[in-house]
């Protein structure tokens, strides 16, 4: 059991990385954005900042439902693993952190694909 333990805060760890990793491209993706959107600054919502204020919208919803279902699924499962003889993941702390990396996905992902896509704009 003791293996099993180590095997997930590993993992967990490693989710952790990947996640602080990504999101620290988003400094480097409004860098990106700045002169796209300072050539924009003659019309007040050109299409990049419209883009760019709809994506933080959208990623948002998109965290917050992510988190829910995920405490959902660990509600869910609270008896059964209780039952089991395990220590239920709402009372050991998995179930936030769970909650929180499935909160997190929506933005990191927009995060990856807006980094490639400017780049590439950039890069021209």
């Given at each position: 059991m003791k293996g099993r333990a180590v095997q997930m805060r590993?993992?967990?760890?490693?989710?952790?990385?990947a996640a602080a990793g990504d999101l620290m491209l988003a400094p480097m993706v409004a860098w990106m954005r700045l002169p796209q959107m300072a050539a924009e600054a003659h019309a007040p919502w050109g299409r990049e900042s419209i883009t760019a204020v709809s994506e933080k919208a959208a990623a948002m919803a998109e965290g917050m439902v992510a988190a829910q279902l995920s405490m959902m699924g660990s509600m869910a499962a609270f008896w059964p693993e209780l039952l089991s003889g395990r220590t239920p993941s709402l009372l050991n702390g998995a179930a936030v952190e769970k909650s929180m990396h499935a909160a997190l996905r929506p933005a990191r992902r927009r995060v990856k694909s807006n980094y490639r896509r400017l780049g590439r704009i950039s890069g021209r």
């Open positions: 590993s993992k967990s760890r490693k989710a952790a990385a």
